[in-house]
Structures are given as structure tokens and as C-alpha cells.
């Protein structure tokens, strides 16, 4: 049986109890007392508050002077979080409390929504890094850039510099909407459906900050695409809208809810509703008010959407959705088809008005504040001022005149930047890990990327009988934050014993993905009781199931997740 013709795997343990002991802490049903620490700091003080003494009293005092309860929650709200102390390992992750794990240092995570950047704007995250973060930039799969090693007595000047080119850290972290993805060829696609950037433009400027919305049960994702790839991973987030044409309305948005991956992944699902163009923002609001209104607040393991939508089922969420909080319902609508083209949009595409976008892979999404200047500068004299983020850890460079092209692509292989990269690097992400984390158990970047060089090496020549990207996706925690669960091969960081000796690996899930070529719904990967690899043997791994795969699959057409739900466990070893 193929990928396409299984259920596809929606996630396991979401349901709730029917009649719980205590109260989930829902607060159109049980009010608002707060039930946890968490629940109890938003309420005393709202986290988009916590700004001003960032700016006027901890940016002037140092790191001794923050107070705990801002320091380990409200900064979030303007996208700070304290970063690992160097020297730990992951096996002291869960023995120590976050005091004893964080430096006095920060990651910074710039929200880009849509991924939409002007070259001006790329130049200053750039040299904000160089000058700030120690040359630190990290591509995240939710298009936002994260910098390390900056310090609070810095923030305020990072932020105007931010502020004076229209960017900004507001809500990139903690409980709230968080970045609004678009597809990076929004406005640009020749084949594009509708130009999705009018409806995350409204919904950024219209309720980003809104304090009715700043405290939500936990972290709220949206997704927004016009493309027919589906390029913004919409299965995975909690509120997305995904173009279709419906054969009377014309042009609109399916609307899909409930999405999340983590240590308990769900996969969204359609609410079978068209939603117009001008009535995307009023729909996203009103999802958005459930969750804070009705989403599960007493156990932060509890607190997300996919919760409350398992409990639901997708009719009451409609039927409340409409009765509620809408003006008026919404008519039934089609899904969107299965996508016929890859939607990470890596090399080169004609735009339509005759230009080209370059789409380039740096590795794992590591790149650097000099990569980052030097682009923008490449860019610009290749005839751009626009560069896109993706939620594949991938650039864009838009508008380019078709006599520039080969030039940049040489420019770009030169800052570290492929535009024709192998198989393995394209399909290759992985999370911050314990470089940074202070959640993380194994090192990430510098393993996936070692894999990557690995494999080319070894396995280079089969490119064109492996046919497509593979994706390998590196975890450093079970949290999921670079999708373990919807890649070909996903890797979850943990400590694993191998042959007797316990060491920093990874337990592995297999054939997971989203709707895309070769596969008509998105599905979770498989796991294999016994089967990890240690943090040195990514590239052994993947090697020795690429080849058993290229040996056994029935067929060139068969992918590699279809052949991974159907292969015996002794082929998956």
C-alpha cells in the first residue's frame, strides 16, 4: 500500500478526558484564575509590558538586574530567551534548573512575516550581527533570523536599528501569534494562485501586539500560502490558509486548524470551509479568540490548539467558529490539489514578469552577519533590493534580470550560498541545538552538516537515480522544532545506549511528510523499536537506508517515505 492510499497518520495521545478531575482551565468556561506559574506571571503583568523596564531599567543595570519572572518569561514576548551556558552536556539538560543551564547572554529572534525582507533591511540584521551578536545568524524553518551572544545592555539600540528599517522582535517568542508564514514567492510566482501578502500584511498590522491577544494558552503559528507547491508547511500549524479556486466563489483560502508537531504531533485538518480573500483576517481573528478563549490552560503540555481540536472535532470547531465570533458563516469549500512541483523553491525561476528568483541553500541554515551583509550587497548589484526567507532554511533573491543570473549564482557559491546544491544539502535542516539550547540534548548543525559533506562524497554519483531530495531532518531535543515527524528520515535528539555505553544519538522516524510530489496527504513518520543512531553516525545511517531503499523500491516512482511505511524493520536497521 503507497503513502497515498494509507489514513494518514494524524498523531496519537491529543484527546483529553471527557470528564476531567480539574478544570482545563478554559477561561469562556472555568474563568480566569490562574491555574500554574505560567498562567499566574501573564496575569499579574502582560509580557508586552515587560519592554519598557528591558529598555529603562535592565538594559542600564546588566543581566544582574532583571527580574526571574521577566527573565525566564515575559522577554519572550519580545523574542529574548536566554541561551546555553557553553560546557554543558546534554546529558545535564533535565538534572539542572534553566538558571543553572543559561548564560548571561541571548539569543535574539527577529520576526520576519511572510519572510518578506528588502535588501536595506537583510544589510542591517547583518551588521547587527557583526556588531552585536558576535557574527551569529541563524535561518529558522519559520523564516525568522535568530542572533546569539547579544547582550540586554545592547537591545534598545538593536531594536531602533530594527524599527528604522520596519522590523521588529515583537512576538517572535512566548505565548502569542508568533511569525506569520507566507510562501517566498508571494507577488512573484508565475504560477501563482493569489498573491497571499495583502492578508499576512492585515493580520500582522492589525493584531500583532494587540494586548487581547498577548496572552494565548501557549505559542499560536499561522501559515499563509497563494502558491500551488502548498510551500508554507500549512499541515503543521495551528491556524493556515492555503489557496484554491472554489468553482463558484472563485479564488479563496482553504482554511486548515489544529496543527503541531512537539513531542505529541498532530497534524491539522480542513474545516471544509471557503474563506474570501477580505475575510481572511476577521477568520484568523476569530480562530485565534478560541484558543484564548477556550484552549486548555491548567498543564502547559496541554496548551495547544490540537488539544482542544481533538476534543472538539472539526464540526463543533466550525459551529463555534461561525456562531461566535464570525459575522457570518462561512460557505463549504474544495480542497486545494495535491502539489505537482517541490515547494522549497531552490534554483532558478522564471518570475512572471520575466525576471528570475534564485532560490540558494546555505547549510542546515547556518549562515553568519558577514553572509548576511554580503548578500544583500551581491543582491543589489545584480539588479534586487528583495530577498525572501523560506520555511526550509533556504534565500531567495527576487528580481533578477535574466543576464544577471549566472553571475549572481557564481556570487552566491561564494558566500556559502548553493543554488545548485546536492540532493542532501537541499533536503537537509536542523534545529539550534545544544550549541545554543537549553533544551537540547545533541549537537545539530555541526553533525547534520558534516553528514551533508559525507554524503555527497559517498553517495554523490546516485543523485540521479535517488531522483529527488531526501529530507533529513536534525533534531536536538524531542520537541520537534526542525519537523523529526514529517521528514523522510527525521532524528530526535536523545541519549542513546550503543553498545553499552550510553552516548549523545539520535532515535529515528522514518517516512513521515507533507503534502507534496509523490504524495497526496501529509502523514508522521514510523518508528522502529531499538532503532538509534549515535551523533556520529548520521551519514552511516542514512547511507546504509538510501541504499537498501534504491535496492528494494518498486520502481523509480516510488519515494522513499512510501517505501519506508512498507519495508520490514530489518530493512530499516
Known sequence: MTVEQQAPVRGARTRTSRAPSKPHGQWAVDGNEPLNANEEFKLADGGLNVRERIEQVYAKGGFASIDPTDLHGRFRWWGLYTQRKPGIDGGRTAQLEPHELEDEYFMLRVRIDGGQLTTEQLRVIGEISTEFARDSADLTDRQNVQLHWVQVEDVPEIWRRLEAVGLSTTEA????????????????????????????????????????????????????TGHPSQDVVHEINDCAFVAVEHPELGIGYDIWVGGALAAVPRLGERLGAFVAPE????????????????????????????????????????????????????????????????????????????????????????????????????AEVHGSRRVRTTPHQK??????????????????????????????????????????????IVETKVNAAQAIAQLEERLGALEPEIGRPITLHVNGCPNSCARIQVADIGLKGQLVTIDG????????????????????????????RGLKVPADGIADYAERVIRRYLADRDGADETFASWAHRADEEALQ
Open 279 to 378: 475575510r481572511v483576517g476577521e477568520v484568523w481573528h476569530g480562530v485565534t479568540q478560541i484558543f484564548r478563549d477556550y484552549g486548555y490552560r491548567r498543564l502547559r503540555n496541554k496548551a495547544r490548539l490540537k488539544f482542544l481540536l481533538a476534543d472538539w472535532g472539526v464540526e463543533r470547531f466550525r459551529e463555534v467558529l461561525e456562531n461566535e465570533y464570525l459575522d457570518a458563516p462561512l460557505p463549504d469549500g474544495p480542497a486545494a490539489p495535491t502539489p505537482t512541483t517541490i515547494g522549497d523553491h531552490v534554483g532558478i525561476h522564471r518570475q512572471k514578469d520575466g525576471r528570475f528568483y534564485v532560490g540558494a541553500a546555505p547549510l542546515v541554515g547556518r549562515v553568519s552577519g558577514t553572509t548576511l551583509t554580503a548578500l544583500a550587497d551581491l
Open 501 to 528: 555505553e550510553q552516548v549523545p544519538g539520535y532515535q529515528v522516524h522514518l517516512g513521515g511528510g507533507l503534502a507534496g510530489v509523490g504524495r497526496g496527504e501529509a502523514g508522521l513518520g514510523r518508528t522502529v
Open 395 to 440: 534565500l531567495l533573491v527576487l528580481d533578477v534580470p535574466e543576464d544577471e543570473v549566472d553571475s549572481l549564482v557564481a556570487g552566491l557559491d561564494t558566500i556559502g550560498l548553493s543554488a545548485r546544491p546536492s540532493l542532501f544539502r537541499r533536503g537537509t535542516i536542523a534545529c539550534t541545538g545544544i550549541e545554543y539550547c537549553k533544551l537540547a
Open 173 to 224: 517568542c512566548g505565548d502569542v501569534p508568533r511569525v506569520i508564514l507566507g510562501s517566498p514567492v508571494a507577488g512573484i510566482a508565475a504560477d501563482e494562485i493569489i498573491d497571499p501578502t495583502p492578508q499576512i500584511r492585515e493580520i500582522a498590522d492589525r493584531f500583532i501586539g494587540d494586548p487581547t491577544l498577548a496572552n494565548l494558552p501557549r505559542k499560536y503559528k499561522t501559515a499563509i
